[in-house]
């Protein structure tokens, strides 16, 4: 609101706004801790939008724009692995910032699938699923997840692609376009699997019908036929993970699906300035990654 005002009265010019508002993005990623220490002062309020519980006794800071995000991945990515794993960790340690580190994590989890066959594998842990073991289907306790090369990975608006989709195409990944497509954020499918993949900073995490529907009204049943569904919940920390492998979904026994996690480490999934300029580019373009992301 005070940002809307200066505005209407030419107080604050928009120059001006985007130097404040890089400025706090830089602060925030060299100490987390400080801007949460003066989130109610003249200038945080520019990047980070205040968001009080019902009784107020408890506060969110996310920062709700594209743009300004932008700012904030673009000072976190000049930073260098170690700094980043510092950042993260102690940010994570402020439950103000929850919004913010799921958006972040999301995006540590896109770099560590734009990395390929370099990137260090996800080892996903399951909870024994009856209903799909009834089916003849079994449950292995571990998979370890490795994203395809660069040139299997193709961004786009929808799963309508996925019905020209061939046994010799696999290993693949897709990424939607935009970041609201329901259910997952990401799809990988191998000579066994079909991983829908939902990152999350919680606890727990719901399942949707939509993406699942769509994907298997796409895919050719011959394809689906080979291979096991797996709803792959990758998180931050292995007390989350733990959490949400055994959380019961009613929607994955209904549906045959296995369900995992895994923990991504930001060390895994770090980013520099040119390599998120690119990935950023390839996402808005929906092409396929062929170059190299560093």
């Not at 050719?220 to 993970?241: M, S």
Request: net charge positive; charged share 20%; with cysteine.
């Amino acid at each position: 609101m005070r940002t809307c005002v200066g505005l209407a009265r030419g107080v604050l010019t928009d120059q001006r706004l985007k130097d404040i508002s890089r400025g706090i993005a830089q602060q925030f990623a060299q100490d987390p801790a400080a801007i949460h220490m003066q989130a109610s002062s003249q200038d945080s309020h520019v990047l980070f939008t205040v968001t009080p519980n019902a009784d107020r006794s408890f506060y969110t800071l996310n920062v709700t724009t594209p743009y300004l995000r932008g700012l904030v991945l673009q000072e976190i990515a000049k930073r260098d692995v170690t700094e980043q794993v510092s950042f993260y960790h102690r940010a994570s340690s402020l439950s103000q910032f929850r919004g913010t580190l799921g958006y972040l994590l999301e995006k540590y989890f896109i770099a560590w699938l734009y990395s390929g066959e370099r990137a260090k594998a996800l080892l996903c842990a399951s909870k024994p699923a009856m209903s799909a073991k009834s089916k003849g289907l079994e449950s292995a306790m571990t998979i370890s997840l490795q994203p395809p090369p660069r040139n299997k990975l193709t961004v786009s608006d929808g799963v309508t692609g996925f019905a020209k989709v061939k046994e010799s195409d696999t290993p693949f990944a897709w990424v939607p376009a935009s970041r609201s497509f329901p259910t997952f954020d990401a799809v990988i499918c191998s000579d066994e699997h079909i991983f829908t993949i939902q990152v999350t900073t919680s606890h727990t995490h719901s399942m949707k019908l939509d993406g699942f529907t769509q994907l298997k009204q796409n895919l050719p049943d011959t394809f689906q036929e080979k291979r096991v569904f797996c709803h792959v919940l990758v998180t931050d920390c292995p007390k989350k993970a733990d959490a949400l492998r055994k959380q019961h979904r009613k929607l994955a026994a209904e549906n045959n699906i296995l369900i995992y996690s895994a923990v991504l480490e930001v060390s895994t999934g770090n980013f520099s300035s040119e390599g998120l300029k690119h990935i950023s580019v390839c996402r808005c373009n929906h092409c396929i990654l062929t170059e190299e992301v560093t």
